[in-house]
């Protein structure tokens, strides 16, 4: 079996590199990343101007692309340690709009294409009946890039209800995350929900927001990958180049072995990632769930392993705020912990049967 790019996705592929290349490096994302806004609106400028954030929209939004294209930008944007609200808005956020297949959604959808319009996504809430109106209380914690979007995709009772509101509605205490990003604390006291904002609600929330959390774990899947990738290849180039008794570094065994772990580790995230795209096509609701418990326990343990071993190697260097193998070491750690950590996914797979019947 084949995973190799079409033409037209290593075109992509190369043309964000070189974009992030040119106008992204580690020294402009840590001063974007320092900003008020915690990241660049010039370089999200850039993105929209190349294309980029119509990746898996749909054509009626000007988008293009799908699963694939939208996995080449973010193994692009992880090895980039982009701080911007890419998963929130094009992926998370855009997914519930287009899967819904809401009334004004191609325009929203549009708006985003451009780089007019931000997403978040949040979870916690609780939502009752109000006559014709739905209404939101409760709290969601630490909410990625929800102090700068302009609408909220709320995902209440776990799903029962899933809507598209104004953040000016919540309250928002935004804050800086672990990984050097921006996130916010909201808060929602008895906020009312029309029927015109609600996306779904009942069986069809509760599946619209489990697609909306499987985009999710497909898009960190491929941005771990770019990010285990930098960092596996920094590591090599300090293990080559650092002498220790009169010889570089690569010459010992015992480091040569861990940096085949992390290679190994690395690979076999990148076959996850790779599953993803297709597991998102799944039409078995219990398949797709077994799929990306799988894909997420696999992608939180190379995430924890490459991420130790980079800063272990590099020794006291990597954890410095002026190098990027710390700041990878804190984003891989956020992904591992993401949706459900390795163990919390392993416990989910066995609860669903195991993603390979017993014979």
């Known amino acids: 079996m084949h995973f190799d790019l079409s033409e037209e996705q290593s075109l992509l592929r190369d043309s ?33 101007e190349q294309g980029l954030l119509g990746v898996g929209l749909g054509e009626n939004a000007g988008g293009y692309g799908g699963a694939v294209e939208t996995m080449v930008v973010a ?18 956020g855009a997914a519930a709009l287009r899967l819904s297949g809401a009334d004004g959604a191609s325009k929203t959808l549009s708006s985003i294409a451009a780089g007019e319009h931000l997403l978040a996504v949040a979870e916690g809430f609780s939502a009752k009946r109000a006559g014709e109106n739905w209404s939101l209380h409760g709290k969601a914690a630490s909410i990625p890039h929800a102090d700068c979007a302009h609408q909220i995709i709320v995902i209440a009772d776990d799903g029962a209800l ?36 609600v996306l779904a609600q009942g069986a069809a929330g509760l599946d619209l927001a489990e697609r909306v959390r499987q985009h999710g774990v ?49 690979e076999q995230a990148r076959s996850m990632a790779i599953y993803a795209t297709a597991a998102l096509d799944e039409p078995d609701a219990l ?5 990306f418990a799988a894909i997420k326990a696999v992608v939180s343990n190379a995430a924890r392993l490459v991420g130790q071993q980079a800063v272990q190697l590099l020794g006291g260097i990597g ?6 193998v710390g700041w990878g070491l804190r984003r891989l750690t956020m992904i591992d912990l993401a949706f459900g950590d390795a163990d919390e996914q392993a416990a989910r797979l066995a609860a669903l049967g195991g993603l390979v019947a017993p014979a």
């Open 16 to 48: 964000v590199t070189r974009l992030l290349k040119e106008r992204y490096p580690f020294e402009t994302r840590r001063k974007a990343a320092a900003s008020a806004d915690g990241w660049s609106r010039e370089i999200w400028a850039a993105f929209a």
């Open 75 to 92: 193994e692009a944007l992880g090895g980039a340690l982009s701080a911007e609200p890419y998963l929130a808005t094009v992926v998370m």
């Open 162 to 197: 899933v809507a598209c509101v104004d953040a000016g509605k919540l309250n928002r205490a935004g804050h800086r995350t672990f990984d050097g990003l921006r996130a916010a604390h909201l808060e929602a006291a008895s906020i009312a929900v029309s029927p015109a904002e």
């Open 218 to 266: 497909a898009y960190i899947a491929a941005e771990a990958v770019g990010l285990m990738s930098m960092l596996l290849d920094v590591t090599v180039e300090h293990l080559k180049t650092r002498q220790q008794f009169g010889q570089p570094l690569s010459r010992f065994q015992a480091l040569q072995h861990r940096a085949v772990d992390m290679l190994v580790a690395l």
């Open 287 to 291: 398949e797709r769930r077994k799929a």
């Open 319 to 324: 954890l410095t705020e002026e190098h990027r």
